[in-house]
């Protein structure tokens, strides 16, 4: 199922009670699928397994998946999300250094 539209399949899923066993959750989801009770805590789970080892992962990213103490998912990947912008543009605008922050990056949009 494509990506854009896997939040709210899911969703409906759940709704129906037809979900998946198992299944792939961007980390923003994973309070509003916790509130939902659509997902179940993991640490049981992790701790039992000796594949699974908290200190392999990032802090920041494991943290994304706890929610009130418990954990309700794994990371299995992280990514970085940066701006490629082409410097001669933006210096035209008037846009020097590149934008820091959301405002900045809006007005450059404007611009």
Known sequence: ?????????LI???????T?????LGNTWIPQFAAL???IPLDNLIASSDK??????????WRTNIIDGKIYGIPWYVDTRVLY???????ACGILPPPRNW?????ASKK
């Open 1 to 9: 199922m494509p990506w854009t539209a896997a939040q709210e399949k």
């Open 12 to 18: 409906t899923a759940f709704a129906s009670d037809n």
């Open 20 to 24: 998946p066993d198992i299944c792939q």
């Open 37 to 39: 009770y659509a997902i």
């Open 52 to 61: 699974l080892n908290r200190g392999r992962y990032f802090d920041g990213i």
């Open 85 to 91: 912008y082409r410097k001669g543009c933006f210096a």
């Open 103 to 107: 405002e900045e990056l809006l007005d």
